[in-house]
């Protein structure tokens, strides 16, 4: 089955801890995403990367972090210094131009501050 | 800051009726597109204008685009109880630009069809 996937799906997190989410992709898409969405509103660009061992920051890219060792693997770690990290978070890929630039999503996953 | 903005916030409208949601954005693009969510899921591509395209058909979607007035709609005909979701659409930059590579999301449009 090709496709993103994101685990895990529902993670609690303590005041103070740090959490990594996990992005897999089997499409061998250059470019992949991390969005982050609050009920009842869009999304917005934590931070993306175009290529492996290149990535840049999104719109709100404070309070996490991320890597690109592989092409496909785009792990968020969500630190201690994101002070409402409570939201639910869409990692993404990218077909390439020539192919259709097509955006796949995984099904997310929720994560909540206890 | 959120490159696209739908509007309306909220629609409700019956089954068989169309439906028509709007998106505006700020900056040149290399294209739009439009993405369907049902609630706690992720989001499912549905449509991709390209920026030197004016309309675009898809089953009962019918994109248009307007890069004078930086603008795009997507209507759904004949609307079923099970088009209600959450609709969004993403702007991408244009090579070279600033902002190439980057994918940005509007706030989205909420559709609600009864039966």
């Known amino acids: 089955d090709g496709g993103i996937t994101q685990s895990p799906k529902y993670l609690f997190r303590k005041e103070g801890q740090n959490v990594t989410l996990s992005c897999e992709q089997n499409l061998n898409h250059d470019a992949m995403y991390w969005y982050r969405q609050d009920p009842g509103q869009g999304l917005r660009l934590i931070y993306y990367?175009?290529?492996?061992?290149?990535?840049q920051k999104g719109d709100i890219a404070e309070g996490y972090s991320v890597s690109r060792e592989k092409k496909e693997s785009f792990p968020l770690t969500v630190t201690s210094a994101q002070k409402n990290p409570t939201a639910f978070y869409l990692c993404a890929s990218r077909e390439p131009a020539i192919s259709g630039n097509t955006i796949y999503f995984g099904e997310g996953s929720w994560l909540t501050v206890v | 800051s959120q490159q696209g903005e739908e509007d309306p916030q909220a629609l409700s409208i019956q089954e068989g009726e169309n439906a028509t949601m709007n998106c505006s954005y700020k900056t040149s693009i290399n294209n739009l597109q439009w993405y369907r969510q049902n609630s706690g899921r992720g989001l499912v591509h549905l449509i991709l204008i390209r920026s030197n395209e004016r309309e675009k058909h898809s089953g009962r979607l019918r994109v248009t685009l307007d890069t004078s007035k930086k603008s795009s709609s997507l209507l759904i005909t004949a609307s079923r109880a099970a088009d209600t979701a959450s609709y969004f659409c993403?702007?991408?930059?244009?090579?070279?630009?600033?902002?190439?590579?980057?994918?940005?999301f509007g706030q989205g449009t909420i559709l609600t069809v009864h039966p």
């Open positions: 990367s175009q290529i492996v061992n290149d990535f």
């Open positions: 993403a702007t991408s930059g244009r090579a070279g630009g600033t902002s190439y590579g980057k994918l940005t």
